[in-house]
Structures are given as structure tokens and as C-alpha cells.
């Protein structure tokens, strides 16, 4: 039976709980159409949120449901549709099976299985790529292809895509990366001479000439990207809390590509507004049936307990090094909201850390969380099995079971 247990800012609706009430313990949401879901069989689930809406999808990618706002359209189910919607209710999409959903704060882009792109919501900074601003109709529209290619629509295959608060990134088969939206910071590795006319309407290829690139994370106004070395990690855009990464302080970042080590191969890249998160291979590595499990290492700003770790730099609220989280060498995957990080133990346990405003990070008193929280139904939250997936919004957490 799938159950999706949501927690933290629902402002929106966005955790389809009924309501608009935040939620301070664990809880299950609801589907508008139970019928709609399998309800006898046990099925792996993805949840990813933005703003104040949310997708979740299953893993076979037919199936393809949000809840939140819709007030700019960012659900893909037009703007005639409620502001909010209160619960899981179906989304029909372009393809025929959904690979991916990336949320920035109020647009929504969906790669599907024949490796396009889609865009649906907010486009006042571009950030839809549709070659325009400002139109939205909150339906899927495709992302337009860069303007010198000969396929205007479909440039080439896609394999995943990653949204910053108003800005996009997308890795080809091959290993190139193309961007669109907000790039006031220079968050595309595209230098601009003019802040106020730095926007990209329509994508362009933003990583020529690097290596190919594996895996993408986007922040409020910074990139990461991951090489296929699954090593080398590289970052533009704001970095006045650290989170582009180790340097010299000698090296530009605003408008480049900035490059930096990790000191094991990288499972998984995440980032958060103003810091970013990894999964780290280890040497002993272990197996689980859950997959590769590995350490937790994160970066940047750490004033609401983001990195789990204390801070010793200048008094400077902020970790420019990466800093490994003590006891974390369990973990089979992360998730990253605006401030604050999910982890999911081979085990099924759930541990959250860092800005807790909303509840999101499992702390019903409000209070930001400094170290790792495991989540635990004798502490009323609605968990009585091993979670299965873990996601983020920006301030709420979610978890498969």
C-alpha cells in the first residue's frame, strides 16, 4: 500500500494533507482518488517540492501526482485549477513515463522517458525556457532547444535536470550541460556584463569544453555540477556563504565554473539554498538491499545547523571545507530543502538536521536542529514501518513507507 508521510510548511497545501495546517510530527497525506494509487501492493515512490508545491511520482514513472500551490501553474495542470490543491491529485504529462519532476520556487520542469523536457509555471525570470518571459498558462510546455540548434525542440537526449529557486540545469546523454532562467549571480557559469539583463530565456550550453558531467544541484543563486570521475565537483554563482565550494580565494566563481575535490567518489548531489550536501562512497563501502551506502559531507552556510557540524572559521557562520557529519556511514540517500537535509539509513530509519521553522526538520518544539534527529514513531510521529524513499521541499520533508 503506498503511503506518503509528509511534515513541515504546508502553506500551500503542498502536503496534501486536507489543509493548510503546518505539521509538526509525521503524517500521511492524502490521494483525491485512492482508486487511483495501488493500494494492495507495496510500490518505490518519488516525492521532490519546490516553493509550496510538490510531485510525487512512481518509480515506473506512469504515474504522476502534485499537490500545493498552483497559483503561477506550477503543478502542470493549468491555471484553472484551485490555487491549492490539498491533496495527491493525477497530472497527465507529455511521453509516456515520467523520469524526473525538479521544483524551483514556483516553476516545475519534467523530464520524461524520451529524454525531453517540459516546463510549467512562474516565468518572470525565463526560468520556464520557453525563448519569453513572463508567460504562463500552467501547462507543460517544452523547453525550447538553444537557438543555433537545428532541432529547435529537442536538441539532444536529456537524463536529468535540476532547478535552482529560479534558474535550471539540464546534462545530455553525452555529458553536456545546458541552463536557462536567473543568472543575476552568475548561477549559470555564464558571465554577464549587465546584472539587469543577465536572464536566459532559452537554454545555452553552459559547460563547454569541461569534462562531461554526471550529476547537477541547484541552489537559491549557485550551481554544482559532478563530473563523471564522480571526484571532481564544480560550482558558480553566489558564494558569500561558502557554497561554491573550498578555494584560494583567488578564484572567480560569478559567471564561471570553479572546481573542487571530494575526497571520495560521490553516490548522490544535493544542494540546499546556500550549501550543498553529498553521499560518499567509502572504501569499506557495505551493501545493503537498498543499494550503495556511503557518508554524509556538506558545505556552505551553517548558521541553522545546515551542516551538522560546528562551525570554526573566524566566527564566520558558515564551512567552506567539506565536513563529514560524525556517525553518518549508513546512508543510502539525501535530500535537501531550502536549509535543511533528510537521510535515509539502510536500515529505514529517517535522520533530519538543520532549519526548523516549519517543524520540517523534526523538531515539533520549532527549534533549528544542530546534530541528526532520528525520526521515531514513539516520538508521535505516524511511522510504523522502515521508510522506503525520502524527499524535500523547500521547508517540509516526506517520507515513502
Not at 490543491?85 to 516545475?108: K, M, Y
Not at 536557462?180 to 539583463?197: D, E, P, V
Not at 527549534?367 to 514501518?385: E, G, T
Amino acid at each position: 500500500m503506498v503511503r506518503i508521510l509528509a511534515l513541515g510548511s504546508n502553506s500551500g497545501g503542498q502536503l496534501a494533507t486536507g489543509d493548510l495546517d503546518d505539521v509538526h510530527y509525521m503524517k500521511k497525506s492524502i490521494f483525491a482518488d485512492p482508486a487511483a494509487v495501488d493500494q494492495k501492493t507495496s510500490e518505490m515512490w518519488c516525492v521532490h517540492g519546490g516553493g509550496n508545491h510538490v510531485f510525487a511520482w512512481s518509480k515506473d514513472g506512469t504515474r504522476l501526482f502534485a499537490s500545493g500551490s498552483n497559483a503561477e501553474g506550477e503543478l502542470g495542470m493549468g491555471k484553472k485549477v484551485s490555487p491549492s490543491v490539498l491533496a495527491w491529485t493525477p497530472v497527465e504529462f507529455p511521453g509516456d513515463r515520467v523520469i524526473q519532476v525538479s521544483c524551483g520556487w514556483n516553476h516545475s520542469v519534467l523530464l520524461n522517458d524520451r529524454g525531453e523536457l517540459f516546463s510549467a509555471g512562474s516565468n518572470d525570470f525565463g526560468q520556464l525556457g520557453t525563448d519569453s518571459f513572463g508567460d504562463k498558462d500552467g501547462c507543460w510546455r517544452p523547453v525550447l532547444g538553444p537557438k543555433d540548434a537545428s532541432d529547435k525542440t529537442q536538441c539532444c537526449k536529456f537524463v536529468a535536470v535540476a532547478c535552482g529557486l529560479r534558474h535550471s540545469l539540464a546534462v545530455t546523454e553525452d555529458g553536456q550541460v545546458y541552463g536557462w532562467g536567473a543568472n543575476r549571480c552568475g548561477q549559470l557559469g555564464i558571465a554577464s556584463a549587465n546584472k539587469k539583463a543577465s536572464n536566459v530565456s532559452r537554454m545555452v550550453l553552459v559547460f563547454e569544453g569541461l569534462p562531461p558531467i554526471l550529476l547537477v544541484a541547484c541552489g537559491r543563486s549557485h550551481s554544482l555540477m559532478l563530473s563523471r570521475d564522480r571526484r571532481t565537483i564544480f560550482a558558480s554563482g553566489m558564494d558569500k556563504h561558502g557554497q561554491c565550494g573550498p578555494s584560494d580565494h583567488c578564484q572567480p566563481v560569478a559567471g564561471l565554473w570553479r572546481k573542487f575535490a571530494s575526497p571520495h567518489p560521490v553516490l548522490k548531489l544535493c544542494s540546499g539554498w546556500e550549501f550543498g550536501a553529498v553521499l560518499l562512497e567509502l572504501l569499506d563501502q557495505k551493501q545493503s538491499t537498498a543499494g550503495r551506502i556511503g557518508a554524509v559531507a556538506a558545505w556552505g552556510r551553517a548558521d541553522h545547523g545546515q551542516l551538522a557540524v560546528p562551525v570554526q572559521s573566524d566566527n564566520k557562520n558558515y564551512h567552506r571545507e567539506l565536513a563529514c557529519i560524525p556517525d553518518l556511514d549508513d546512508i543510502t540517500d539525501i535530500a535537501c530543502g531550502s536549509n535543511h537535509t533528510v537521510a535515509l539509513r539502510a536500515n529505514g530509519d529517517i535522520l533530519m538536521w538543520g532549519w526548523n521553522e516549519h517543524g520540517n526538520a523534526g523538531d515539533p518544539a520549532l527549534k533549528d536542529v544542530s546534530r541528526p534527529l532520528r525520526i521515531s514513531s514513539n516520538d508521535h510521529h505516524d511511522l510504523d514501518c522502515p521508510v522506503l524513499a525520502i524527499g524535500c521541499g523547500y521547508g517540509n520533508s516526506f517520507a515513502v513507507v
